[in-house]
């Protein structure tokens, strides 16, 4: 099992900065990706950004040139640098973690922390 804990959530001014991390611990795991998703009232929940083993990344269309997604591997951590918060950014943002065993990949999620973007 893998528990994940997140921090960083809260109010903030359009045009300002949160910066969202999301920590892994359990028994022996080996991470295939990190991510963060995001759900807004009333809609679904979406990618917004992805970093694989690899540290090849990928961003949602809206969050690009903005948002920048970071890995510390020793500290099995992944980072959401937010910039130029926009209202529209307002959602609960969960981390998630896939881990690989032999063929078998498993998915975690984190509580959610909730960002709030005010105009």
């Known amino acids: 099992q893998v528990k994940l804990v997140e921090s960083g959530g809260g109010l903030v001014q359009a045009g300002g900065s949160l910066n969202l991390s999301c920590a892994a611990s359990?028994?022996?795991?080996?991470?295939?990706?990190m991510g963060w998703y995001r759900q807004a009232p009333g809609k679904q929940r979406e990618l917004v950004a992805i970093m694989t083993t690899g540290t090849s990344t990928k961003y949602a269309d809206s969050v690009k040139g903005r948002f920048t997604i970071s890995r510390d591997n020793a500290k099995n951590t992944v980072y959401l640098q937010m910039n130029g918060l926009k209202p529209e950014d307002t959602a609960v943002y969960y981390c998630n973690v896939d881990t690989v065993s032999g063929p078998v990949t498993y998915h975690y999620w984190g509580q959610g922390t909730q960002v709030t973007v005010s105009s």
């Open positions: 359990g028994s022996r795991f080996s991470i295939k990706a």
